[in-house]
């Protein structure tokens, strides 16, 4: 039990009360920008939670997003009223979206001036968040506050994760209205993981699951982030092990095997049959007559029409939440539980099964292989294949074994980074997947940076994303956070220009092309060290200077790609 602290005039007011309760649940950060209510709090009167001023509320919803994916707990974010609670909106939508139990705070109107639409910048913020998040709510007495966040963070941690608002009218933010600083605040009773839902008979249900794995010949687990939140990593690896089982991630779930683990078969995008020129979806499901998901989530974007190739399947639906979406997943097998409990009970109900004959995938690797080593010195611009191949080669030099996260921003490049970067631990990769809101790169570095402070953090981006929220180099250079960041610049939106070429069979300026940004001196003028390479030897030479700066630096890689108007392969989304 802890009391609120104050300083030795001040009386406790609802702001104290506040942060004592998010750092009696574990949270040690508050990402945001403050606005008036600057006059009602002051974030380090709270030993052991720091505020973390970003210059964009979208970067500290992100930034909360990844520190609280990470490290497991709940992490916040802060925005004044309005306008900054309506910039903090995407950040919500990607915490929602992508699955991450974020504490949202906004300011808000005093109490008593509260009218939506006619109060200077004031919005109803519940109305506009309750819809993407997993609680909403404004505070109406001070003294609950301890109550409200007890709720959010509950809410937060329960299967799907995702965030929670708090409402703060500046006026009882700052009161201390029945606030008793004697007063023992209750335990906090912060979940140690998420709480999911538990299917009474589950267990059945599992062991029809172990039946069908019995006589499959081919089965392959298919993996998503809530196997990595359930603790299940170690035990679907020993499983997969035992029983020469290949696993398959979602883009989240890279890294629940190792990078060059035998039956790590990697992680699925729908576009990279035309990214390889290769049939790889059918090479990686074809032969397989069982899928096992396993932290299945459909918001992690990898689709059932990914897996329905070739022969017929029996399927198996392994969450902590009931089925959302029978229209385009109805499983053979329906088992609602947690993953950890569910591996386990399918390990020992197939203790003497003899393990699999695994299909051969060699086709694919020596693809990917190939296609990675691409020595051709391209005229106009490296392509995105050679940069990720010297990515991954600096960070095996510089990161501990089993160590270091590579980041990808939002944009054509992130499907490759999908296929080809490495990821060594869990979340040794980190994209967006449900949200993909672009700009999400310098925000997603920071969480995973200030998650792993002795790690490596190499970020890839694209031009159009990371010139979208660029102004946030201000902010990783202030706190000095060794990020090495990549910019792939091809002074478009490429992935638009993609789409443009598919439905149009050309591509139409104005809408995707830019005039041009120096992103060394964009780099400089925000206090980062940067450099330009433009061939795999200038940029393996950059990275590893980067990487041994210790703090901030970024590299300009002028990029192309190859697809011709209407030529790009298939796409499987
Ligand atoms: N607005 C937001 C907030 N998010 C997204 N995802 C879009 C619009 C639509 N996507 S992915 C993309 C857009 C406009 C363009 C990315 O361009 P880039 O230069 O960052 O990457 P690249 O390699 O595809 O050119
Ligand atoms: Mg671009």
Redesign the pocket.
């Known amino acids: 039990m802890s009391r609120v602290s104050t300083g030795p005039s001040s009386k406790p007011t609802a702001a104290h009360a506040l942060l004592a309760r998010l750092r009696d649940h574990g949270v040690e950060k508050v990402f945001g920008v403050v606005g008036r209510e600057a006059a009602s709090i002051l974030f380090d009167e709270v030993e052991g939670i720091d505020f973390v001023l970003t210059r964009h509320e979208f970067t500290a919803g992100v930034a909360a997003d990844v520190l609280a994916r990470i490290t497991g707990r709940p992490q916040a974010c802060w925005a004044t009223l309005g306008p900054g609670m309506t910039n903090l909106s995407?950040g919500i939508a990607t915490s929602v979206l992508d699955r991450s139990p974020v504490i949202a705070l906004a300011a808000q109107s005093e109490s008593h001036d509260i009218f939506p639409n006619d109060t200077h910048q004031c919005l109803d913020s519940v109305s506009i968040i309750a819809p993407m998040s997993k609680y909403a709510v404004e505070l109406e007495r001070p003294h609950e506050i301890t109550d409200l966040v007890d709720s959010a963070v509950t809410a937060a941690m329960t299967e799907p994760v995702g965030p929670s608002f708090i409402s703060l009218p500046v006026d009882l933010l700052g009161s201390s209205e029945g606030i008793d600083a004697e007063a023992e605040r209750p335990l906090a009773r912060t979940p140690g993981k998420p709480i999911g839902a538990v299917q009474d008979g589950w267990e059945q249900a599992a062991d029809e699951a172990a039946e069908l794995l019995k006589t499959a010949r081919h089965p392959v687990l298919v993996v998503g982030a809530a196997a990595i939140r359930s603790g299940a990593v170690p035990a679907v690896r020993a499983l997969a092990e035992r029983l020469n089982v290949p696993v398959i991630t979602t883009y989240i779930a890279k890294g629940v095997l190792p990078h060059g683990h035998e039956l790590n078969y990697g992680a699925v995008t729908g576009y990279m049959d035309g990214i390889l020129d290769f049939p790889a979806l059918e090479t990686l499901f074809g032969p397989a007559d069982l899928i096992l998901t396993v932290g299945y989530d459909y918001a992690e974007d990898l689709r059932p029409s990914m897996w329905q190739k070739g022969a017929e399947k029996k399927t198996v639906r392994v969450s902590p939440t009931a089925n959302p979406i029978p229209r385009v997943y109805r499983p053979t097998v329906d088992v609602v539980t947690d993953v950890l409990a569910f591996v386990e009970h399918l390990d020992a109900a197939t203790v003497s099964l003899e393990a699999k004959e695994r299909h051969d995938i060699e086709p694919l690797r020596a693809r990917v292989a190939e296609f990675l080593a691409d020595p051709t010195a391209y005229e106009d611009g490296m392509r995105?294949h050679q940069v990720i191949d010297s990515m991954n080669t600096v960070m095996e030099e510089v990161a501990e074994s089993g160590e270091g996260t590579i980041v990808s921003?939002?944009?054509?490049?992130r499907h490759y980074g999908v296929l080809f970067a490495r990821a060594d631990q869990p979340f040794g990769f980190l994209t967006s997947a449900g949200c993909?809101?672009?700009?999400y790169g310098i925000p997603a570095a920071m969480g995973a940076q200030l998650a792993r402070p002795g790690q490596p953090t190499f970020l890839i981006?694209?031009?159009?994303?990371?010139h979208?929220n660029s102004a946030d180099l201000e902010t990783i250079a202030r706190l000095n956070l060794p990020i090495v960041t990549v910019v792939?610049n091809?002074d478009?939106?490429?992935?638009?220009e993609l789409y443009q070429n598919l439905g149009h069979r050309r591509s139409h300026d104005p809408a995707v092309k830019f005039t041009g940004v120096d992103f060394v001196a964009l780099a400089e003028a925000n206090g980062v060290e940067a450099t330009k390479a433009a061939d795999r030897q200038e940029l393996l030479a950059a990275l590893r200077k980067g990487a041994e700066l210790g703090r901030p630096f970024l590299i300009e890689v002028p990029?192309n790609?190859d697809f011709q108007p209407g030529g790009f392969g298939a796409l499987s989304i």
């Open positions: 995407t995105v921003d939002i944009g054509f490049f993909s809101s672009f700009g981006a694209g031009d159009g994303g990371f979208s792939v091809n478009t939106n490429g992935l638009i990029i790609y």
